[in-house]
């Protein structure tokens, strides 16, 4: 979206193609130069649109008029956040909660701090347009993404910060070169190096917290905010690890902070069957699908349970509902076959079972079914022609 502005900055430095501003031709090469942004302006104009598209979609992704206006007032904290991550990039983590009450005093000190800042860069534009440059494509690059508009859960993210972290690097890579020009050359390798090894070893302390879910979550837990986001995936990697109670503890906190997601319901409903309840998983899996009512796994997980549980119309008008969702969901069609052969609809269930095994040949569960189904069909039909 920011390509355009880009293209502007560029043309300014390095490849210096603006047009002059005074002399003879002046105006026809500001037209020509105009017209040649035009296509990529359509193209960025036509990419904004398809972005924002999907948001209808996704109510939850909508946010009020008074709502805009915090994220405007929080725009110039998220920009001194982002500066913060480039130059101290201490506490990363995979997910930072969003903050949209920030002190007021903070957020004038950070708007002071952002204006001063480009009038540093503005005044510095003749013996280092670089600066310039970096700057403008800092700023460009990050105000789609920069908490202007919502684009999920988080704040602000790293991965945010990768194509504006480059106009930064230019910025002062730049700067630093000018400033150390009276001094010799023999710094500039030096320096290069310092950095280069810097960023390594924070790089290799990073990678470490990726090892898997169970170590990112937990990292997150350590150095942001509770988040309902976070307590979810936490809770999901410690119930993947077996470490239940902690896992019930933080899927527990996921829902007292509120919101419309299924899945800590879904996983404690997990934790309740492995600990012998069938009961509590019934009605927590019941809440779950009463905030995702079209969620075919819900009630396809649902219509297992209520199978086992004996509720066998319930039970089989939800497996039927979780097929006609997500057609291609072969948990649902297993489960739904399981029930219909148990029913002695044998065909049907027959049809299931090689649904679902189009979808997972390699399933053996779904090869054990089907074989057990087609044989009480050969042992039917052997015993209806004697």
Same mark, same amino acid.
């Given at each position: 979206?920011?390509?355009?502005?880009? #293209?502007?900055?560029?043309?300014?430095?390095?490849?210096?193609?603006?047009?002059?501003?005074?002399?003879?031709?002046?105006?026809?090469?500001?037209?020509?130069?105009?017209?040649?942004?035009?296509?990529?302006?359509?193209?960025?104009?036509?990419?904004? !649109?398809?972005?924002?598209?999907?948001?209808?979609?996704?109510?939850?992704m909508a946010t009020a008029t008074g709502i805009e206006w915090q994220r405007v007032a929080a725009l110039p904290c998220n920009y001194v956040r982002y500066l913060g991550l480039l130059l101290w990039p201490a506490d990363l983590a995979v997910l930072y909660p969003e903050n949209l009450d920030y002190p007021p005093l903070l957020a004038a000190g950070?708007?002071?701090?952002?204006?001063?800042? +480009?009038?540093?860069?503005?005044?510095?534009?003749?013996?280092?347009?670089?600066?310039?440059?970096?700057?403008?494509?800092?700023?460009?690059?990050?105000?789609?993404?920069?908490?202007?508009?919502?684009?999920?859960?988080?704040?602000?993210?790293?991965?945010?910060?990768?194509?504006?972290?480059?106009?930064?690097?230019?910025?002062?890579?730049?700067?630093?070169?000018?400033?150390?020009?009276?001094?010799?050359?023999?710094?500039?390798?030096? !320096?290069?190096? #310092?950095?280069?090894?810097?960023?390594?070893?924070?790089?290799?302390?990073?990678?470490?917290?990726?090892?898997?879910?169970?170590?990112?979550?937990?990292?997150?837990?350590?150095? +942001?905010?509770?988040?309902?986001?976070?307590?979810?995936?936490?809770?999901?990697?410690?119930?993947?690890?077996?470490?239940?109670?902690?896992?019930?503890?933080? !899927?527990?906190?996921?829902?007292?902070?509120?919101?419309?997601?299924?899945?800590?319901?879904?996983?404690?409903?997990?934790?309740?069957?492995?600990?012998?309840?069938?009961?509590?998983?019934?009605?927590?899996?019941?809440?779950?699908?009463? #905030?995702?009512?079209?969620?075919?796994?819900?009630?396809?997980?649902?219509?297992?349970?209520?199978?086992?549980?004996?509720?066998?119309?319930?039970?089989?008008?939800?497996?039927?509902?979780?097929?006609?969702?997500?057609?291609?969901?072969?948990?649902?069609?297993?489960?739904?076959?399981?029930? #219909?052969?148990?029913?002695?609809?044998?065909?049907?269930?027959?049809?299931?079972?090689?649904?679902?095994?189009?979808?997972?040949?390699?399933?053996?569960?779904?090869?054990?079914?089907?074989?057990?189904?087609?044989?009480?069909?050969?042992?039917?039909?052997?015993?209806?022609?004697?």
């Amino acid at each position: 979206i920011a390509f355009p502005l880009l #293209l502007v900055l560029l043309d300014f430095w390095p490849l210096q193609r603006l047009p002059a501003v005074r002399g003879t031709g002046a105006g026809a090469a500001w037209g020509r130069w105009l017209r040649e942004k035009i296509p990529h302006l359509l193209i960025a104009g036509a990419i904004a !649109l398809v972005t924002a598209l999907p948001w209808g979609a996704h109510p939850e992704m909508a946010t009020a008029t008074g709502i805009e206006w915090q994220r405007v007032a929080a725009l110039p904290c998220n920009y001194v956040r982002y500066l913060g991550l480039l130059l101290w990039p201490a506490d990363l983590a995979v997910l930072y909660p969003e903050n949209l009450d920030y002190p007021p005093l903070l957020a004038a000190g950070a708007l002071l701090l952002m204006l001063g800042l +480009t009038f540093a860069a503005w005044r510095l534009r003749r013996c280092q347009p670089a600066v310039l440059v970096g700057w403008g494509w800092f700023l460009f690059t990050l105000l789609p993404v920069s908490g202007i508009v919502r684009l999920g859960p988080q704040g602000v993210a790293d991965r945010y910060l990768y194509v504006p972290g480059i106009g930064l690097l230019v910025a002062a890579v730049w700067l630093a070169a000018g400033m150390l020009e009276s001094r010799g050359r023999s710094w500039r390798p030096v !320096l290069a190096g #310092l950095a280069t090894v810097a960023c390594a070893w924070l790089a290799r302390a990073q990678v470490g917290y990726w090892e898997n879910s169970l170590t990112l979550w937990s990292h997150a837990a350590a150095v +942001t905010p509770p988040s309902a986001v976070r307590h979810v995936n936490l809770g999901n990697a410690l119930l993947k690890a077996g470490r239940l109670p902690e896992a019930e503890a933080e !899927l527990t906190a996921a829902i007292a902070l509120g919101g419309m997601d299924p899945r800590p319901w879904v996983n404690l409903a997990v934790i309740a069957q492995q600990r012998g309840d069938p009961a509590r998983a019934r009605e927590l899996l019941r809440h779950a699908l009463a #905030l995702a009512p079209a969620d075919a796994r819900i009630l396809s997980n649902l219509g297992s349970l209520l199978d086992d549980l004996g509720e066998k119309a319930e039970a089989r008008a939800l497996l039927e509902k979780a097929v006609r969702l997500q057609p291609e969901l072969a948990e649902a069609r297993i489960n739904l076959g399981v029930l #219909l052969a148990q029913a002695g609809e044998l065909d049907r269930a027959l049809d299931c079972f090689e649904a679902a095994a189009r979808l997972k040949p390699d399933d053996p569960a779904v090869q054990r079914n089907l074989q057990l189904v087609r044989q009480q069909l050969a042992a039917r039909a052997a015993g209806q022609s004697r």
